[in-house]
């Protein structure tokens, strides 16, 4: 029996089997609710009203605070004897890397085709949003992470949920945070096998075979499909192996240089057509409030728009909190302020470049999909490209490759984190998980299980469920968290020196 027979067999055996309990699973989390003639998912109204919420609640932190956040990032806050493992600029970039991914290049090619140029004026303000939720969920992911003995933390919602909702509402807050947090964990944990491991593999394994020749090519067959996995495999488990410290030094790296390739290749098509810039610009506003040939008008345009920036930022998800939990700080909202420009690179910047550069080329294919043709996102991306650089698939497929590698070097540690909540924090039970995460990525090159990635989707946003209702609950705590750095950033600009000497404990014991 040939390896392809093999493979095709048990894609349709896992299909078949879980592919009911997918669809109803999705029905239940992707529940929508007719608006103004179109569909309303509720979980992307959760997440965009928990933005509005804490935008509300924190006064705009997204855009007084700003600066702030950068120049946290590039260490002018800095205090030594901080408590973690990276520091605030490998914290961003590991989080970063699981967010920015195949998304922001395909999936807002569907989002523009769907809902028009004026889409990508609603994705903004979502992703605006979304900086809010950031701060706060990764605020609290540093106020209660878990300090190991070996100088090792862990973060994320199964430790800011039972701590934060035991210190708020003692016993009781104790026994719902405990069954939230092993729920968030099984969920984050299915996800990153699937979603951020399996799913990751198998769209760059396909990009790659695309521009080799196709399934004629050197890559097309089953072996060259399993020799790409196993290299794959082979790379995340080496960089994993290093824990986080290992996968900060990787993403520090690589997700600048994806990300500088990717909005080069889109400046060099926006700089080809300036002249066209103003009418792009305008037709992305005016469609934003008068779209044409849209269902639901005005409304199907922002629900578009806002869809797709929610499930590009995850904003709310509490995935981002377990790598920016890592981060060497006697602050959590120090890093808080750090995470809130997460959505505004993934979002405002990477989305948006690739929203202007399609609108600006404006491909056949980008007519036809608006036209109702089933064209993929990735092929709209690469045609808005290749009007004026011809070699352009080739530079995509590096993008793709690398965005894929990132996420899931990042999930990878998202997953590792929730199994050793799980199942402790054994040598067996880590070196476990690693070699169950690089067979999957060996998988992703062979099979699709695309039911299972469905599932492992709703999955993840069944976790803003359950991770907002404790941002909700916690959120004076991250307030208190805010005015204490605030502060210590105004005793730092009277002296320099403030909280850099060593035996500032009392601000140690805030991060554990």
């Keep these: 029996m040939s390896l392809d027979s093999v493979t095709q067999s048990v894609d349709e055996a896992v299909s078949g089997f879980f592919e009911p309990i997918a669809k109803w699973l999705g029905e239940v989390v992707f529940y ?11 979980i992307v109204a959760w997440l965009v009203v928990a933005g509005l919420v804490f935008t509300g609640w924190f006064g705009l932190v997204q855009l007084r605070k700003f600066k702030l956040a950068v120049d946290v990032v590039r260490g002018k806050y800095d205090e ?28 807002v090619a569907v989002a523009v085709s769907i809902g028009g140029p004026g889409a990508t004026f609603w994705m903004i303000l979502c992703g605006l949003l979304g900086m809010a939720t ?7 992911g540093v106020k209660y992470r ?4 070996d100088g090792t933390v862990s973060g994320g ?24 947090a092993v729920l968030a964990s099984f969920l984050i944990l299915f996800f990153g096998l699937f979603g951020g491991n399996l799913f990751q593999v198998n769209q760059s394994y396909a990009q790659l075979v695309s521009v080799t020749g196709g399934e004629d090519g050197a890559l097309g067959s089953s072996a060259g499909a399993l020799f790409f996995g196993i290299l794959i495999a ?33 400046l060099i098509v926006i700089l080809v057509n300036i002249t066209a810039v103003p009418d792009a610009v305008t037709s992305i506003v005016e469609g934003a409030f008068n779209p044409e040939g849209v269902a639901g008008g005005v409304l199907g345009a922002l629900i578009i728009g806002f869809k797709r920036a929610a499930f590009s930022n995850e904003a709310g998800l509490g995935s981002a909190p377990i790598a920016h939990s890592a981060v060497r700080t006697k602050h959590p909202a120090s890093e808080g302020l750090v995470a809130l420009l997460e959505p505004f690179i993934d979002t405002v910047v990477v989305c948006t ?11 056949a294919s980008w007519g036809e999909a608006r036209a109702g043709e089933d064209i993929g996102g990735v092929t709209i991306t690469s045609d808005a490209f290749e009007t004026v650089l011809p070699w352009f698939p080739y530079i995509l497929t590096v993008a793709v490759l690398l965005f894929a590698v990132s996420t899931v070097l990042t999930w990878g540690y998202y997953g590792l984190k929730s199994w050793t909540y799980l199942f402790g924090r054994s040598r067996a039970s880590e070196v476990t998980y690693k070699v169950v995460y690089t067979v999957f990525a060996v998988a992703g090159s062979l099979l699709t299980l695309q039911t299972l990635i469905d599932m492992a989707d709703a999955f993840l946003f069944t976790l803003a469920v359950i991770n907002i209702i404790g941002l909700y609950l916690l959120a004076p705590v991250v307030k208190r968290e805010l005015g204490t ?28």
């Design 353 to 363: 470049m690739t929203a202007l550069t399609i609108v600006i080329a404006n491909p």
């Design 157 to 180: 919602p199964m430790h800011y949920l039972p701590k934060g909702l035991a210190e708020r509402f003692g016993k009781n807050g104790k026994i719902l945070g405990k069954v939230l």
């Design 80 to 107: 030594k004897g901080s408590t973690g493992e990276v520091n605030h600029f490998q914290a961003l970039t590991a989080a970063v890397s699981g967010t920015v991914g195949l998304g922001n290049i395909a999936g």
């Design 146 to 149: 878990e300090v190991h003995p």
């Design 485 to 512: 750095f605030l502060e210590f950033v105004r005793a730092r600009k009277a002296d320099p020196n403030a909280g850099n000497g060593d035996d500032d404990q009392e601000s140690v014991k805030t991060t554990v």
């Design 134 to 140: 950031k701060f706060v969920e990764v605020t609290l």
């Design 234 to 266: 082979a790379l995340v488990g080496i960089v994993l192996l290093g824990g986080i410290r290992s996968i900060a030094n990787v993403t520090s790296r690589l997700v600048p240089a994806m990300a500088g390739i990717y909005i080069v290749a889109c």
């Design 32 to 42: 929508t609710v007719p608006v103004g003639g179109t569909d309303l998912p509720l």
